[in-house]
């Protein structure tokens, strides 16, 4: 099977600019995951997705940070403004309704915000 | 909030050797989770434990869910140059209210051929 599909693979923007990022899921995975993994530390949840609802965006800094899946399948991640802590590895997963068999990870996108 | 204490931060061997990692938490878990990142990728899933005091093994890979359900390890047997990369422990409440998947900080393992 086609795995999570990511774009682009590098970014670099400079602060206060705009960026966003695509995610296209495993067909047939419901629920849709947006990680934050800054170099030296372990993915951090951003928002997570199940179909076309939000079910948990508490991490994501709403200020700065939107994501959609409208149709409930591919999600677009936005940052507007880029802050130069945002650089970091942003990581799309999804799984199957049951989660407890592990998510499955794209290959990220890399944002260097300068 | 919820956190993952994952140990050594570090590791260099000798190919060969035998390698063990761990990662502790105050809270408890009911799903425990190894992922092994290589460069520019993604965490790619290595062994799912479901069940307190559970032991399960892939290839040369065993990892086991700890008995008090705040922890788990794993161990490599016998690494190999390829074993490199960054190893991270995750953990997940299912069904409770803590639904995500948090990660350790990593265990990155380098080996000496």
């Known amino acids: 099977e086609a795995g999570v599909a990511q774009s682009p693979r590098y970014k670099i923007i400079e602060k206060r600019q705009s960026v966003a990022f695509w995610c296209n899921p495993i067909?047939?995975?419901?629920?849709l995951y947006w990680y934050q993994q800054i170099l030296g530390q372990g993915p951090k949840l951003l928002i997570q997705?199940?179909?076309?609802?939000?079910?948990?965006d508490s991490q994501l800094p709403k200020d700065r940070f939107s994501a959609e899946r409208l149709k409930g399948v591919d999600s677009t991640l936005k940052i507007q403004p880029a802050k130069l802590e945002d650089s970091a590895v942003y990581l799309c997963?999804?799984?199957?309704?049951?989660?407890?068999?592990?998510?499955?990870f794209g290959s990220g996108t890399r944002l260097t915000v300068v | 909030g919820q956190q993952l204490n994952q140990s050594p931060q570090s590791m260099f061997i000798q190919e060969g050797e035998d390698v063990s990692m761990n990662c502790t938490s105050s809270?408890?878990?009911?799903?425990w989770l190894w992922y092994k990142q290589d460069p520019g990728e993604g965490p790619v899933l290595l062994i799912a434990?479901?069940?307190?005091?559970e032991l399960t093994s892939n290839g040369r890979l065993t990892a086991q869910f700890g008995i008090t359900r705040k922890d788990s390890f794993l161990n490599i047997s016998a690494s190999i140059p390829s074993d490199v990369g960054i190893y991270f422990c995750?953990?997940?409440?299912?069904?409770?209210?803590?639904?995500?998947?948090?990660f350790g900080k990593g265990t990155k393992l380098s080996v000496k051929p």
């Open positions: 067909s047939g995975h419901a629920t």
């Open positions: 995750a953990a997940l409440n299912y069904g409770g209210s803590q639904g995500n998947l948090i």
């Open positions: 997963a999804s799984s199957s309704r049951d989660p407890r068999s592990g998510y499955t």
């Open positions: 434990l479901y069940k307190a005091g």
């Open positions: 809270s408890i878990f009911n799903t």
């Open positions: 997705f199940q179909n076309n609802g939000v079910v948990d």
